[in-house]
């Protein structure tokens, strides 16, 4: 059973850390100050702006004392992500010693998908895919109502809005995340888990072949076979025109109609032009039929 965390309420404080790489001005700032303004009080970790080694913000010994901090911490209501880049793997094989007694929102995506899906599969907790406080919030690239509802107590259920690859019906959890991290994972202890699942793929700034090998990759390992359904993602700058964009699409409805799966494609999520969040690990449903593109959380996080 999953454990779902209270609702995020105005006012609330927000445990900002950094599992990838370290944050920079004025990205920094203007993050903190958009969370001030969706009503939240944020608590940063400790030199985020310090330069790290090599692509990493911390060592990650530290990015895991923070998050453990922040765990236990009873006047952090939530964690969210500062940003991605790289370096959440080397948290992975230490989350095993992560002591979570009460579920708490985390919120974040790109490079921390792999925190993500560690804190669903082992943890069994309900997570949150959305835009992070460095990032997407900094940069204004996200839909704020969209956030607030995801995250607040007593809202509708959830609807986003794609385009219809390959037509279906599908009820089933949702997982995913950044294709990149995903790929990744596929061959190691920390792959996650996929059975009866909807799975998100996106991802940002990798050419056409680059996409295409690693979702042959997640085809070849067997990934697409034990999905109920298949979310992609806007993949915004990866394709030089809308007809590089259509033909990546045509083959990859060619290559995955006959699993008689629905695919969405186009979906608001992660690297997009104005990002929602996505509850990971509640249950949603698609039906192309009677609802067009559209991916609808039924039960959703109506607290």
């Not at 045509?250 to 509850?279: E, Y």
Request: glycine share 10%; aromatic share 10%.
């Amino acid at each position: 059973m999953l454990r779902r965390p209270d609702p995020l309420l105005p006012g609330d404080r927000v445990g900002v850390f950094l599992a990838s790489s370290p944050a920079r001005e004025p990205f920094r700032s203007q993050g903190i100050d958009a969370l001030q303004r969706l009503g939240f009080r944020a608590r940063e970790v400790k030199g985020a702006t310090a330069p790290g080694a090599g692509f990493f913000s911390r060592p990650a010994e530290q990015a895991f004392e923070e998050l453990q901090g922040f765990f236990l911490d009873p006047d952090i209501k939530a964690l969210w992500a500062g940003r991605g880049g790289y370096g959440c793997n080397y948290l992975l094989p230490l989350l095993g010693r992560l002591r979570v007694p009460v579920p708490k929102i985390v919120v974040a995506s790109s490079d921390a998908s792999t925190l993500l899906w560690n804190l669903l599969d082992r943890h069994n907790l309900v997570v949150f895919y959305g835009p992070m406080v460095y990032g997407a919030l900094a940069s204004g690239e996200y839909d704020r109502e969209q956030v607030l509802a995801a995250m607040g107590a007593n809202q509708p259920s959830l609807r986003f809005q794609g385009e219809v690859l390959c037509p279906g019906r599908a009820r089933g959890l949702l997982t995913g995340g950044c294709l990149t991290n995903f790929a990744s994972l596929l061959g190691t202890r920390h792959r996650p888990e996929v059975k009866g699942r909807i799975l998100l793929l996106e991802d940002v700034n990798e050419r056409p072949y680059r996409l295409d090998r690693m979702l042959w990759q997640c085809e070849q390992a067997g990934v697409f076979r034990r999905l109920r359904a298949l979310l992609l993602g806007e993949f915004p700058n990866c394709f030089k025109d809308v007809v590089e964009r259509e033909e990546f699409h045509l083959r990859w409805r060619r290559k995955l109609d006959h699993l008689r799966i629905p695919v969405l494609c186009n979906m608001p999520f992660g690297h997009a032009a104005s990002s929602q969040v996505l509850p990971l690990g509640v249950k949603a449903e698609i039906d192309t039929e009677a609802f067009g593109g559209q991916l609808r959380c039924p039960i959703g996080v109506k607290w």
